[in-house]
């Protein structure tokens, strides 16, 4: 047999293998059933949000990928579906190699929960997000009054964000409550009064300033002397005690 053609079969052998390799491959991979799913899920409690509950969910949607055909998932459809749940703030699935579909999730966090006056109920995060359907009992500040998306987007939004980042105010706030005027009052877990806060303009200064008279003042004359704690001008904090009794 000839050099040459002793070459060229060579050639075509290597051209062979490569159709093999680019094509019949990968649809021999795509053809081949899921093997399972991977859930991760990151900035979120089971109880809230877990992997048993992702699966049900797609089951319920048809999507569950498990068994089916690779090349028959749509990892988008899968994306959209969770991505629509208000609990998720990103998910990402794709395909493994191995033969299993790989889901990502991050969870937005719930600090708030927010009643409605229609009786709707419903938290949210520190963007103003609304997180919907949530079966565990979360012990967080509550929201109530005259609350409207207006107010969500803005004040509720600024108030929980000063409370949020301080864990002293995380512990001690029960209840924002917003009045006919919009201004904000605050019911405390510890201590028989409550705070006129006003709006929610420089809501972290406020709780600063308060967190100071809480520490060198109440700590000193007792929580239980005043009815009322006014930092409604923030530079000044003015303090109403009770009457006395007769």
Request: hydrophobic residues 35%.
């Given at each position: 047999?000839?050099?040459?053609?002793?070459?060229?079969?060579?050639?075509?052998?290597?051209?062979?293998?490569?159709?093999?390799?680019?094509?019949?491959?990968?649809?021999?991979?795509?053809?081949?059933?899921?093997?399972?799913?991977?859930?991760?899920?990151?900035?979120?409690?089971?109880?809230?949000?877990?992997?048993?509950?992702?699966?049900?969910?797609?089951?319920?949607?048809?999507?569950?990928?498990?068994?089916?055909?690779?090349?028959?998932?749509?990892?988008?459809?899968?994306?959209?579906?969770?991505?629509?749940?208000?609990?998720?703030?990103?998910?990402?699935?794709?395909?493994?190699?191995?033969?299993?579909?790989?889901?990502?999730?991050?969870?937005?966090?719930?600090?708030?929960?927010?009643?409605?006056?229609?009786?709707?109920?419903?938290?949210?995060?520190?963007?103003?997000?609304?997180?919907?359907?949530?079966?565990?009992?979360?012990?967080?500040?509550?929201?109530?009054?005259?609350?409207?998306d207006g107010?969500?987007?803005?004040?509720?939004?600024?108030?929980?964000?000063?409370?949020?980042?301080?864990?002293?105010?995380?512990?001690?706030?029960?209840?924002?409550?917003?009045?006919?005027?919009?201004?904000?009052?605050?019911?405390?877990?510890?201590?028989?009064?409550?705070?006129?806060?006003?709006?929610?303009?420089?809501?972290?200064?406020?709780?600063?300033?308060?967190?100071?008279?809480?520490?060198?003042?109440?700590?000193?004359?007792?929580?239980?002397?005043h009815s009322?704690?006014?930092?409604?001008?923030?530079?000044?904090?003015?303090?109403?005690?009770?009457?006395?009794?007769?």
């Open positions: 047999m000839s050099k040459k053609l002793i070459k060229y079969c060579l050639y075509g052998l290597a051209v062979c293998y490569l159709i093999y390799a680019f094509v019949v491959i990968p649809q021999k991979e795509d053809n081949s059933k899921c093997k399972g799913i991977f859930v991760t899920i990151s900035s979120c409690d089971d109880e809230i949000l877990s992997r048993d509950n992702v699966i049900e969910l797609l089951k319920k949607e048809g999507l569950d990928p498990n068994g089916k055909a690779m090349d028959s998932v749509v990892c988008r459809d899968i994306e959209r579906y969770i991505n629509g749940l208000s609990i998720v703030e990103k998910c990402e699935a794709y395909k493994t190699t191995t033969g299993y579909v790989d889901l990502s999730i991050v969870c937005r966090t719930p600090i708030l929960k927010v009643l409605e006056p229609d009786g709707d109920e419903f938290y949210i995060d520190s963007v103003g997000n609304k997180i919907e359907n949530i079966h565990k009992t979360l012990y967080l500040p509550v929201a109530t009054g005259h609350v409207d107010i969500i987007k803005k004040e509720l939004k600024e108030i929980a964000k000063a409370i949020e980042g301080n864990k002293f105010w995380q512990a001690q706030i029960e209840q924002i409550y917003f009045d006919e005027k919009k201004n904000i009052i605050l019911v405390p877990r510890v201590g028989d009064h409550v705070i006129e806060f006003g709006t929610a303009e420089n809501a972290p200064a406020k709780l600063d300033k308060l967190y100071t008279f809480y520490k060198k003042g109440l700590s000193t004359v007792g929580w239980n002397k009322k704690l006014n930092v409604e001008f923030g530079d000044k904090i003015f303090a109403t005690k009770k009457d006395k009794q007769k």
